[in-house]
């Protein structure tokens, strides 16, 4: 809210100084008067100029007749805990005046220093009680602005009142306002200081080392695995996964459930009344600490006692769940503060009822004891592992949530393979409902390699939580792991009310998977309504100097914490006059997100074939060597705020990013978009003999410019001694992948995602594919379609008759009839890699050499090509010449579909 002070509403509005007036002690006039109070939450923020008037407090008002009433005036005096303006009163001396300036707390109206300020209600301070009259051209039901004191609100005319009738308004207590002094929060690092992250402190280190350790012992297994999967390979082509753990913050998941039977391992059924349980406590936890139990569909979390010690058996109650919200008084209803959330908040919509099928499956051939295999199973693609007392043709049962229940007691399923053949796909683990990335083979299998392949293989991040040597900001340890090994959990729970309440389940997120992309976004910030803290509870002023936005904005976001963060946030630009109805926000996020991306800082580079694009500058240590990281922390926060609030950020980012926000496989082909003659040169190595790879004298270490200087990193420990050579070459191509992908700018990237996913629970996420996730925090371009047709080129089978060919007609009249804007943006994204339009439009659209390639349309046989192919580094689209539009519309949008998820339509 901008500066709301009387004296500065006095000048704004001269000629409605004495309109109003107000009385405590006139009893004919209360008793007369229609009575209208304030509600204890507010629900619109808005400044409607022309209606305002000033209500009476302690100066003298005059007199005012309205529609032949007259109204008397007397005097009222605000009590100084109320927060009124101390200029008002008239009963008190100068001194005793100062005096109370002196002692009053600090109010929404007194903010004097930039910075994050917490206000939240007072219930403990007394009421104030106003008369106003009615504006003329106000008719009943509609809202006007009034001043009580230093206070402004918004009060609805009651419907038998007319204009000129007074009114007697109720003001709740000033709220209170409290500035976070505990400054910007310290960055905790892993490996080390650096960029504005100090060293793990001795506590938090000794809290964090059993799931570092967990961590270190899982990536030792992992190489003996990979050893020993190539030392079988020629026997056997397949191997179990290892299994995931449900690590945070370092210690395991503990899940109440009754022995399992001799099926399939499925999701227990929640008990159906609140009874005592017996949990083990997991390895790694000590005594005193925590470690989470789901019980009842509620993530609860549980103190060791100090007698017990991991392996022990310890006995819980779970708590009630908690009640639901008390509604607000009744006849508090009439007047709000202009202090308050917006009027729009979303209704959130029921939520899908959950309950428990039994499935029955043959085990499909092929298949061995605690292998995995993947099904449809209540609409849901799910991941089953086969016991290990069943094999091959044998039938087996499992139980998995759904929301709808068969009106068989056992449901029995056939393979279903032909929808996610030769691709990766998420699937549903029903040991313990995780989302977790498959891919399937040209039979429908699960595909169980794991040495790197070019065309199949795929990574996805892991991010492990750490505790960081302030609450406020957790730390964490970043990388990159077979896509199958990656797992995320399918539920939301709340964190902030101590019980563990379920927020959002499976039902909600596999509900919304399958909408439309704009179902989804509703879905989506329909949950982040649910997530948002009540205003009532506290919301955040956010109070900056424009000449130093950024430095103020990063002081105010890094002081606060996760609860702050999913707080309703106000802005003020100090020293001038506004009110934030939505309108400052949108801008700070705009100026704040502009200035953190421009390249002359130092933190982004402008990606080299798209200049729209942004990616890390891993060089950013030289550029901002005291603080780099603590700008990508901010810049998570914000990100995620701004996705929380349905704000948009101001660039976009290159592709890879977005998926490492989304946890999707990252695959060899998204190396082209980062350095394509870097991705050429890999890829040539696999097509050359084995003495021609020898003779290149490689070794496993990768060189670059750094500000004129060559240095040179290691892609594995020790990797300047290990030469490339033909058998080794799968290990020197994925190590090259993960370290340009990921591993060169990890300390940034971790910053950026921890920052993220302070304010944004990551199940939510996994409702978007990565084009989406651009156009939810970027939003749908403005795309001119003309602009694009008059900037194409045609070449191949279209290149004589151009935009006339009848296949080329066909294809803009479905992209400007058949497709809204959604799709409009997702075929520029499937042929660019980028929703972005340049400011300068289509005629100057970039190719991956930085030159002007313009957007063409290649004709191509459809006996050969059966399906558009995007060439995203040249801008192109190879477009068969179809016999039907109809054809063209149906493999078009094949085509942009399948693209997000690395099938292959051929």
């Known amino acids: 809210m901008g500066n709301s002070s009387s004296s500065s509403s006095r000048s704004s509005y001269p000629g ?71 200029r008002a009163s008239t009963s008190s001396s100068r001194g005793s005046q100062q005096q109370q300036q002196q002692q009053q707390p600090l109010t929404a109206q007194t903010i004097s220093r930039p910075g994050a300020y917490s206000i939240s209600r007072n219930d403990a301070g007394p009421t104030q009680v106003f008369r106003v009259v009615v504006p003329a051209g106000v008719g009943p039901n509609q809202e006007f602005q009034v001043h009580a004191g230093a206070r402004a609100v918004r009060v609805r005319c009651p419907p038998d009142v007319r204009p000129g009738q007074s009114l007697q308004i109720t003001i709740p207590p000033e709220p209170v306002v409290r500035q976070n002094q505990l ?83 499925s999701a227990p059924p929640a008990p159906q009344q609140q009874q005592a349980y017996m949990v083990v406590v997991p390895q790694g936890v000590r005594p005193g600490s925590h470690f989470r139990v789901l019980v009842e569909g509620r993530e609860l979390m ?100 759904v929301t709808q ?72 340890m970043l990388s990159l792991v077979p896509a199958s090994q990656a797992a995320v959990d399918s539920k939301v729970y709340s964190k902030d009310d101590g019980t563990g309440r379920e927020i959002v389940g499976y039902a909600d997120i596999i509900t919304a998977q399958g909408h439309h992309f704009s179902e989804k976004a509703r879905w989506f ?35 606060l914490n996760s609860r702050d963060l999913r707080k309703i946030w106000r802005f003020e630009f100090m020293g001038e006059v506004g009110v934030d109805a939505g309108g400052l926000a949108r801008e700070w996020f705009q100026l704040v997100t502009e200035q953190i991306f421009d390249p002359d800082r130092g933190l982004w580079l402008s990606e080299a074939g798209n200049q729209m694009n942004m990616r890390i500058n891993p060089m950013s240590k030289v550029s901002c060597p005291e603080d780099h990281l603590i700008y990508f922390r901010f810049l998570g926060r914000v990100m995620g705020k701004a996705l929380f609030d349905q704000r948009l950020v101001s660039s976009h980012m290159t592709r890879h990013m977005y998926k490492h926000i989304l946890g999707w496989p990252i695959t060899f082909d998204d190396l082209e978009l980062v350095d394509e003659e870097y991705y050429k040169h890999l890829k040539k190595l696999t097509e050359m003999k084995p003495e021609e790879v020898e003779f290149l004298c490689q070794d ?74 651009e156009l939810l925090m970027c939003g749908l371009p403005t795309i001119d379609v003309d602009d694009w047709i008059a900037n194409t080129n045609y070449i191949g089978k279209y290149e004589s008759k151009r935009g006339s060919h009848q296949v080329c007609r066909w294809f803009w009249e479905i992209v400007r009839d058949e497709f809204d804007h959604e799709m409009r943006a997702r ?69 942009v579909a399948t693209s997000i998820t690395g099938f292959d339509i051929e």
Not at 216 to 244: C, K, L, T, V
């Open 827 to 895: 075929i520029l994204q499937f042929v660019t890699a980028t929703s972005g339009v340049p400011s300068r439009g289509f005629s100057v659209l970039q190719g991956n050499d930085g030159n002007v390639k313009k957007f063409t349309i290649n004709g191509v046989d459809s006996t050969t090509f059966p399906f558009p192919r995007a060439h995203t580094c040249f801008n192109r689209i190879d477009l068969p010449v179809y016999d039907s539009k109809k054809l063209l519309l149906e493999r078009l949008k094949i085509a």
């Open 183 to 265: 400054g910007v929060a310290p960055l905790t690092s892993v490996v080390g200081e650096g960029g504005g992250a100090v060293r793990m402190s001795t506590q938090a280190a000794l809290t964090n080392q059993p799931v570092i350790d967990a961590e270190e012992a899982r990536r030792r297994q992992e190489e003996q695995d990979r050893i020993q999967q190539q030392q079988q390979q020629q026997q056997s082509g397949r191997r179990s996964p290892q299994p995931e753990g449900d690590e945070i913050g370092g210690r395991g998941t503990t899940t109440i459930s009754p022995p399992d039977p001799p099926t399939a391992p």
């Open 302 to 401: 549980v103190q060791c006692p100090p007698t017990a010690r991991p392996g022990m058996q310890v006995r819980i109650v779970p708590p009630a769940p908690p009640p639901e919200p008390q509604q607000p008084p009744a006849g508090v209803t009439g007047v709000t503060d202009l202090d308050r959330p917006p009027e729009d908040r979303p209704i959130p919509s029921p939520r899908p009822q959950l309950t428990t099928q039994m499935f029955e499956v043959i085990v499909p051939p092929g298949v061995r004891p605690n292998q995995p295999f993947a099904l449809l199973a209540g609409g849901q693609r799910v991941l089953v592992t086969c016991p290990s007392n069943a094999g091959a043709g044998q039938k087996i049962r499992f139980q998995l949530p």
């Open 405 to 476: 229940k068969s009106s068989k007691s056992i449901e029995s399923l056939k393979m279903q393979y032909e929808s996610i053949k030769d691709g990766w796909t998420r699937t549903v683990r029903v040991t313990d409902m995780k989302f977790q990335w498959v891919r399937m083979d040209e039979q429908g299998d699960v595909d169980l390699s794991s040495r790197f392949n070019i065309d199949r293989s795929a990574y996805v991040r892991r991010l492990i939580f750490l505790e960081g040597n302030d609450p406020r900001m957790r730390t964490g």
């Open 525 to 559: 910030h329909d949950t982040c309504s649910r997530l948002t803290v009540d205003w009532n509870e506290g919301h955040m002023r956010i109070t900056v100097r424009r000449q130093f936005l950024l430095a103020d904005s990063l002081a105010a976001v890094m002081s």
């Open 700 to 773: 496993f270490t990768y060189t670059e410019d750094v500000l004129g200087v060559k240095e040179t990193f290691e892609l594995i420990p020790g990797g300047a001694n290990v030469d490339v050579n033909k058998d080794n070459l799968p290990e020197y191509m994925e190590a090259c992948l993960k370290y340009r992908m990921l591993d060169r700018t990890k300390p940034q990237m971790t910053e950026l995602l921890l920052g993220f996913f302070d304010v944004i629970p990551e199940p939510l996420l996994t409702v978007f594919d990565f084009q989406e996730l």
């Open 16 to 86: 409605n100084r004495g309109s109003g007036v107000g009385s405590r002690n006139n009893r004919h006039h209360q008793t007369a008067a229609p009575t209208a109070t304030a509600p204890t939450a507010s629900r619109t923020h808005t400044v409607v100029r022309g209606s305002n008037v000033r209500a009476g407090n302690s100066s003298t008002a005059g007199s005012a007749a309205r529609g032949g009433n007259r109204v008397v005036t007397t005097t009222y005096t605000i009590p100084p805990s109320g927060g009124g303006d101390p």
